[in-house]
């Protein structure tokens, strides 16, 4: 554990076991209807503590033993202020916790102390029926939001893969895309986000309803510049997304249907492709044949009203549609569920020793990708989805990695950045290297106002270290 992530205690050791349960009497005492799982309940806490990561050699051994030494369920406001005061008075260290999804342990507790888990704040506040905007608090499971927004004909914008299990609230501090990113952008685009309500890390926490501006610092923060307690956010229309599965016998016809397709007028929600490697070992939808050995796939999310024209658009291109049904209404995995990073864990489900990456490919695609594959041969599979970035349609890839170990995969997104790309680095801890690297100053204000002690998730803001 890095010895700077220590508030008020000895480095290399989490809060006294003393000052934890002072914490957690004075909780018991101001409100007994809070749930508190402590020292007695080791598994649970052991599983508080835990996200995805992993899919990442580098981050296991680095989190291993982090653990929280308290944890607590918040249901309503009220308790998120009480914990955050009793936080703040004894400067005890803070993990937000949604879902625990996330795969770069955005919420494992680097220095012990209380984890706070929010899957019981979760009501759907608002929608307001001229715009379609929502105020929801964040332990909202993304699916059964859109479950409601769907009886009044809108849907979420933006859908990581792990739709059915992430919170909104976890997804807009930790995600970054996913489905819907091929119209929308990323969470961080403006006007993905309108606005939050965020209680403070201080002895008496401030509840505070910030605007658009106000709000950015913390999308996409990992918790540690704010607690959100609600979110207002867009929504869209809800289509009756057609599912789709193409094959494809060439590589390079596959990839270039994939780079056109979302430049055309055809209304897409999403878009993988897969290299016939991933194709062959993926689960399929009930009733959707496996691939055939060699061949690449091409997955959407189509529009009803694209169906008249895209079947020949892809059979002039070499394409074939293999499979077809209406979202929600197939049976088995829906084709969600072979997208995004649920490909690196049905990958990762089959074959031992592999990881992935992360990156925005270089436009045109196909001279990076035939450089990567010359070194790289079968150890490096490719995986890729459109998105689409400042504006225009662009190819990202999560290609799959065979472990070979550090210097291997710093070699590897050495040559990925000399040939053009840009890395999301998932192997490592913070804000800043798993984005683009760069500190923001404003993410490091909003930190210093909102959580003037550095409580929240310590160690994951690099500006914060470093300031
Ligand atoms: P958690 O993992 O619980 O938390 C994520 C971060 O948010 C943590 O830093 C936590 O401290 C913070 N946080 C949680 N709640 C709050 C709050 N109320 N206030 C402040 N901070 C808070 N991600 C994508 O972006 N797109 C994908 O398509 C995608 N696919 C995935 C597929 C798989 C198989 C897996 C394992 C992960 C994938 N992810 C993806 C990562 C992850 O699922 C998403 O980012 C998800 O939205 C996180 O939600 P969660 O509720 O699990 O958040």
């Known amino acids: 554990m890095p010895e700077e992530l220590h508030a008020g205690w000895p480095p290399g050791t989490p809060p006294p076991s003393g000052l934890i349960q002072e914490l957690a009497a004075e909780l018991a005492r101001c409100d007994p209807e809070l749930e508190l799982i402590g020292a007695a309940q080791p598994a649970e806490l052991e599983r508080l503590s835990r996200d995805f990561h992993d899919y990442s050699p580098l981050l296991v051994p680095l989190l291993h033993g982090c653990r929280a030494q308290l944890a607590v369920r918040a249901t309503t406001v009220e308790q998120v202020r009480r914990v955050a005061a009793g936080c703040a008075r004894l400067g ?128 996409h923060a990992y918790g540690t510049n704010g607690i959100l307690t609600a979110l207002r956010l867009p929504t869209t229309e809800a289509v009756a997304w057609q599912q789709l599965v193409v094959g494809f016998d060439a590589w390079d016809s596959a990839l270039a249907a994939a780079a056109a397709l979302p430049a055309t007028a055809l209304l897409l929600n999403a878009l993988s492709l897969l290299e016939a490697p991933i194709a062959a070992r993926s689960p399929w939808p009930a009733g959707c044949p496996a691939a055939v050995p060699g061949e690449h796939r091409l997955l959407l999310l189509a529009a009803p009203d694209t169906l008249e024209v895209l079947p020949g658009w892809l059979q002039a291109r070499g394409g074939t549609v293999r499979w077809q049904a209406p979202q929600g209404e197939s049976k088995g995995l829906p084709l969600r569920e072979l997208t995004w990073n649920h490909t690196t864990l049905h990958w990762r489900a089959q074959q031992q020793g592999w990881t992935y990456l992360q990156m925005l490919l270089p436009q045109p695609e196909a001279p990076c990708l035939a450089a990567l594959r010359r070194r790289w041969g079968e150890d490096l599979l490719w995986h890729l989805e459109a998105v689409r970035q400042q504006g225009a349609p662009r190819l990202a890839a999560l290609p799959l990695l065979r472990w070979s170990g550090e210097e291997p995969l710093t ?57």
Request: proline content about 6%; overall charge negative.
């Open 92 to 219: 005890v260290p803070l993990t937000l916790r949604g879902a625990g999804t996330g795969n770069y342990g955005q919420c494992v507790p680097l220095a012990g102390g209380v984890v706070l888990e929010l899957s019981g704040l979760n009501r759907l506040r608002q929608l307001e029926p001229a715009t379609g905007v929502v105020e929801v608090e964040p332990g909202l499971v993304m699916a059964a939001l859109d479950q409601q927004l769907a009886v009044h004909g809108r849907a979420l914008r933006l859908q990581p893969s792990t739709y059915r299990s992430a919170s909104i609230g976890g997804f807009i501090a930790g995600g970054s895309g996913g489905i819907g990113s091929l119209r929308w952008g990323f969470l961080r685009d403006p006007g993905n986000l309108l606005g939050l309500e965020v209680v403070t890390v201080e002895p008496e926490p401030r509840l505070l309803r910030l605007d658009a501006a106000a709000s950015a610092p913390l999308n």
């Open 411 to 467: 070699a590897l997104m050495q040559q990925c950045r000399e040939l053009g790309a840009v890395i999301f680095n998932p192997h490592t801890i913070t804000v800043e290297d798993g984005g683009l690297g760069v500190v923001d100053a404003d993410q490091v204000a909003a930190k210093a106002a909102y959580d003037p002690a550095g409580l929240l998730n310590p160690g994951k803001l690099r500006g914060w270290l470093e300031r």
